[in-house]
């Protein structure tokens, strides 16, 4: 069989660099393109080490259509994963139209190019903020109530119902994953280096001496504390590579998580534990708006129709850092 050649959009982020891995491992060759506005190179680099590989990295901004066109017509592409994107929730209040641009319309622009260029597959990092604040302790469903309170997950949002219309046409196949919150690196040249997430937040807290914030301790959850999913980055590259193979078609959208759900209070404490400071003092603040109580993933489309469930624990995934 033709090896497959996948161009993958944030190529040198942090989950991008993780799917490059496996498929590279899974004899998958692999283009990444980033603006290294995020990304590093450094970790394209350990990849290149890692197998040996010179692996093309084109430092281009999406939104230079004239430069992704390039990329795509000087050699024929089996899938384009796109996970280039800004991602800061809060940012994306104060910037939406920046939003707007890089995550909705470079999406509609890349999928015209992918249509154009008969690029088949396309599998498309979308996110939980897409659910928003839900009311509820129920697991979240793809075909549940959608309501994204920021810019952010409304630019998700929309260029997901563009990714399905891609999926939909005849010969195309591909899916909009909604990833929880994505934790864990396979090595330590591939950590995440954002400060979006809870995990990052509190290591980068404990290595200026500070201490770790709690912002409401009255919801309505076991210890009082909001409740997410936090799935491992290594599982979020698994079911990238497993609808990669699929041979047959995926949902349009499938939620990628693991099902269940850690509170943060439990979250700060395994990350204490991990670097040996449990006895570190808990800042102990009010709720911040916006925070539901509970954000976890139905994750039963995934193993039925795509046969994915995540592997890795919570502690594995935390181990993982050190
Ligand atoms: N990490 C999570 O918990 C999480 C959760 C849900 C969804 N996601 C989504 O997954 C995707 C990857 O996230 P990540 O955690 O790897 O973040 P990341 O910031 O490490 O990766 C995104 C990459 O996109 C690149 N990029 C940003 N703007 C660009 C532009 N205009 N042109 C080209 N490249 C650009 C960045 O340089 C970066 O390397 C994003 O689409 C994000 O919205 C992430």
């Known amino acids: 069989m033709a090896t497959e050649t996948w161009l993958i959009t944030g ?3 942090y989950i991008g660099t993780h799917v490059a891995d496996l498929f590279i ?5 692999v283009v990444l393109l980033d603006s290294l506005y995020q990304g590093l190179e450094s970790r394209v680099i350990y990849l290149r080490k890692k197998h040996n590989e010179e692996i093309p990295l084109h430092v281009v901004d999406i939104r230079d259509y004239t430069a992704v066109e390039n990329i795509l017509k000087s050699q024929t592409f ?3 994963v796109h996970t280039a994107a800004l991602k800061a929730v809060g940012e994306s209040v104060e910037k939406p139209d920046e939003y707007k641009e890089v995550n909705f319309t470079a999406t509609v622009e890349l999928l015209k190019l992918a249509q154009k260029y008969g690029v088949k597959k396309f599998l498309f990092s979308s996110t939980a903020a897409v659910y928003g604040s839900p009311d509820t302790t ?4 793809e075909n549940g109530p959608l309501s994204p309170i920021s810019p952010y997950g409304s630019t998700k949002l929309d260029a997901e119902s563009k990714v399905t219309e891609f999926i939909n046409a005849p010969g195309n196949s591909g899916s909009s994953f909604r990833f929880f919150n994505v934790v864990g690196a396979a090595s330590q040249e591939l950590l995440d280096n954002s400060v979006e997430n809870l995990v990052p937040i509190v290591l980068g807290k404990l290595n200026k001496g500070d201490a770790p914030v709690i912002f409401g301790i009255d919801y309505p959850t076991a210890d009082g504390t909001c409740v997410r999913d936090y799935v491992d980055v290594r599982d979020i590259a698994a079911a990238h590579l497993t609808a990669a193979n699929a041979t047959k078609l995926i949902p349009a ?3 990628v998580g693991t099902g269940r759900g850690a509170s943060v209070r439990e979250i700060i404490n395994l990350v204490l534990d991990a670097v040996n400071k449990s006895n570190t003092e808990v800042i102990e603040a009010p709720r911040r708006a916006g925070d539901p109580a509970f954000l976890c993933a139905d994750v039963e489309l995934a193993a039925k129709e795509m046969g994915f469930r995540s592997k890795y624990s919570l502690e594995e995934s935390i181990r993982s850092l050190f």
Request: hydrophobic letters at 30%; proline letters at 6%; one cysteine or more.
């Open 11 to 13: 190529g040198a982020g």
């Open 78 to 80: 089996t899938g384009i």
């Open 253 to 255: 959208i499938i939620n």
């Open 25 to 29: 491992a899974d004899g998958k060759d």
């Open 138 to 141: 129920e697991p979240c469903k």
